[in-house]
């Protein structure tokens, strides 16, 4: 699997962005995605999860009713939809795929493919 990030960029606080992320390979469908961001000097962080069949999310506690996790497997694509952006949200985001069947994780070791990241930067 491959996966291609995008959609980031410069937004003052308290706007929108979504970004998306583009799969290949044909067991993407089966999959669990996960969006994760490492700010500067930071370790990366889960952001949002969601399962294979897109009934079942995970947020982390400092986006939860902010951010939106997403997916059309018949596009092979994953998005995150976020608003109300804070500063505190800039960070490069990383678009991930969990390729063992399980609920959605929020740890990084549980990622076996992951995108290049896309900056996305909330100036107050």
């Known amino acids: 699997v491959q996966l291609q990030a995008s959609g980031g960029g410069l937004v003052q606080a308290g706007g929108s962005l979504r970004l998306s992320c583009a799969a290949s390979?044909?067991?993407?469908?089966?999959?669990?995605m996960g969006w994760f961001r490492q700010a500067p000097g930071k370790e990366r962080e889960f952001v949002a999860a969601?399962?294979?069949?897109?009934?079942?999310?995970d947020y982390a506690d400092s986006v939860k009713g902010r951010f939106t996790i997403s997916r059309d497997s018949a596009k092979n694509m994953v998005y995150l939809q976020m608003n109300s952006l804070k500063p505190e949200d800039t960070a490069v985001y990383f678009c991930a795929a969990d390729s063992y069947p399980r609920v959605p994780s929020s740890r990084v070791l549980d990622y076996d493919y992951w995108g290049q990241g896309t900056l996305v930067t909330v100036s107050s």
């Open positions: 969601i399962n294979w069949y897109g009934d079942r999310r």
């Open positions: 390979g044909r067991t993407f469908s089966s999959y669990c």
